[in-house]
């Protein structure tokens, strides 16, 4: 009954390195979403995907790029990690558009040096 | 410009107390509202949810009250518990979207 499950937990970069965030569902849903919580932002959506083979922008993509291969898994990528990239990543899913509730993985939290 | 607002960063109550925690939005087209709890280290869960065409939703403890012409949403929970300490973010999804859009949170502690 794992749901939906991120790797790694934790990290920490050094500035200018590169890394690749995995989510993975086995919920077979459709719809999934990178986001990242930072202290007193809430939770902000990075990019999303509304299938496999789709992505989309969200309100905080700058710096980040994703690509959803395969359904049960959306990477989320990092190409030259900044310290204003230090935040905790959460992954989420859900099964339709809208009027469906998201769940969520435990988040990576994530230091960029 | 923050489109789902919760303008208070924290709020403690006593045990067997109320817990009502209040969350604005700016679009009058969102059409359904949740309520996530958020415990230290672990991700967000969902707690309750209501559409648009309903001004109020009860599960157990808790309760969501949603007032569109004020563009108002409020979640009730009764009794507190020590439980019950942890972030909550209210969310809202607009019309025909995939996306949703969290508040900022409120860090709630009830006191035993």
């Known amino acids: 009954n794992a749901g939906v499950t991120q790797t790694p937990k934790f990290r920490v970069l050094k500035t200018g390195q590169s890394m690749t965030l995995l989510c993975a569902q086995d919920?077979?849903?459709?719809?999934m979403y990178w986001y990242r919580q930072d202290p007193g932002m809430g939770l902000r959506l990075i990019h999303y995907s509304v299938g496999e083979g789709t992505t989309a922008k969200g309100e905080v993509p700058d710096g980040y790029n994703v690509s959803r291969l395969k359904k049960q898994n959306f990477l989320l990528g990092l190409e030259s990690a900044a310290p204003s990239q230090t935040s905790v990543y959460f992954c989420?899913?859900?099964?339709?558009?809208?009027?469906?509730?998201?769940?969520f993985g435990s988040g990576t939290q994530l230091s960029v040096l | 410009d923050q489109q789902v607002k919760q303008n208070s960063p924290s709020l403690s109550v006593q045990e067997g107390r109320i817990s009502i925690l209040n969350c604005d939005y700016t679009n009058s087209m969102f059409d359904y509202f949740l309520w996530y709890k958020k415990y230290p280290a672990e991700g967000p869960t969902f707690l309750i949810s209501?559409?648009?065409?309903?001004d109020k939703n009860e599960d157990g403890r808790f309760t969501v009250f949603l007032n569109k012409s004020a563009k108002h949403l409020s979640l009730h929970i009764v009794p507190s518990q020590p439980g019950d300490s942890a972030v909550y973010f209210c969310?809202?999804?607009?019309?025909?979207?995939?996306?949703?859009?969290f508040g900022t949170g409120t860090r709630l502690k009830v006191l035993a």
């Open positions: 989420a899913s859900s099964s339709r558009q809208g009027h469906e509730k998201l769940f």
């Open positions: 969310a809202a999804s607009p019309p025909g979207t995939y996306k949703y859009i």
């Open positions: 209501i559409s648009s065409i309903k």
């Open positions: 919920m077979n849903h459709e719809y």
